[in-house]
């Protein structure tokens, strides 16, 4: 069974280096800043997150966890 866990998992990592390769390497520049449109939508949900988690006001709420 670990075998096969193995397998499968080496499977998906090679998709996903396959599909981001291009970004990654520089190869692909639309794909490229794309992905750093993503990263920096994404770094502000992050830091709200964060900031709304350290609150005293949100004691004992999912934010906080």
């Known amino acids: ?3 096969i866990y193995r397998n499968g998992l080496d499977g998906l990592m090679k998709a996903l280096v396959a599909f981001f390769l291009p ?3 520089g190869t692909d520049p639309v794909q490229r800043l ?3 449109a ?3 939508d994404f770094s502000v949900l992050i830091t ?3 900031i709304e988690g350290i609150r005293s006001g ?3 709420t ?3 966890l």
């Open 1 to 3: 069974p670990i075998q």
């Open 62 to 64: 999912p934010a906080k």
């Open 23 to 25: 970004a990654i390497a």
């Open 48 to 50: 709200i997150t964060l």
């Open 38 to 40: 993503f990263l920096s």
């Open 34 to 36: 794309h992905g750093i």
């Open 58 to 60: 949100n004691n004992f």
